[in-house]
């Protein structure tokens, strides 16, 4: 009875992992999306910049661009993502 019990609660988890989607995988296509509006973003945020702590900032979010495209390079799209999407979010980009 108690195997059974066991047996019908890992067919229930087995069903609910199942029913449960993936986390979203981000294709090359949306992580070259990305890529291009942060690039733009940056570019209009650098443009507009005033005082050469504004500039430097800047510049590091160019250094993690340049890491996402790493990521791409190494066909790792959810990790490019990431960097992508975190970079939007510290300098209130759309990504």
Do not use: W
């Not at 973003?41 to 500039?55: C, F, H, I, V």
């Amino acid at each position: 009875m108690r195997v059974r019990t066991l047996s019908l609660a890992l067919a229930a988890a087995v069903a609910l992992c199942a029913a449960v989607p993936a986390a979203h995988a981000c294709s090359r296509e949306e992580a070259i999306q990305k890529m291009g509006a942060v690039a733009n973003g940056l570019g209009q945020k650098l443009a507009q910049a005033k005082t050469p702590d504004e500039t430097q900032k800047i510049q590091t979010g160019y250094v993690r661009l340049n890491e996402g495209g790493d990521a791409m390079g190494k066909q790792d799209f959810d990790k490019a993502c990431s960097i992508y999407d975190s970079i939007a979010k510290d300098f209130d980009l759309k990504s």
